[in-house]
Structures are given as structure tokens and as C-alpha cells.
């Protein structure tokens, strides 16, 4: 079980999204997504295992609207 979490420009965290990866699988490919990244400015999203301990994160930019 992997967590998907998106952290906002100002801290706040949206997501908590929960995915399952069959343990028996050698490979496999999932995805997550969130409809509240709507303030502009630079995002993170961070994977963690059920433990709570990181994987990985990557930020990501929300542009304003024009």
C-alpha cells in the first residue's frame, strides 16, 4: 500500500490518496490525482508506504489562470 499526498504552496495537504500494489507483481504501473492543486504556485506530491516513510516527491508548478 502506497499513500499519495499533494502538499500546497502554503503547507496545506490534500490527497491522502491510498494505492494498492499487488506484492507478487515485478512490475507495475499506477497513477493518482487531485482536483484541489488549484492555487497557483509550487506543489509537491510525496509517495510513502504505509509505514509513513518516503519514497519519493516531486514538485510541480499550478500557473494562475489568464
Do not use: M, Y
Amino acid at each position: 500500500i502506497l499513500n499519495v499526498h499533494f502538499i500546497g504552496p502554503d503547507g496545506q495537504v490534500s490527497g491522502g490518496i491510498e494505492l494498492r500494489i499487488p506484492a507478487e507483481a515485478p512490475r507495475w504501473r499506477t497513477w493518482a490525482f487531485t482536483e484541489h492543486a488549484k492555487e497557483p504556485g509550487l506543489w509537491r506530491v510525496e509517495i510513502r508506504s504505509s509505514d509513513g516513510s518516503l519514497i519519493g516527491a516531486l514538485p510541480f508548478e499550478v500557473e494562475p489562470d489568464c
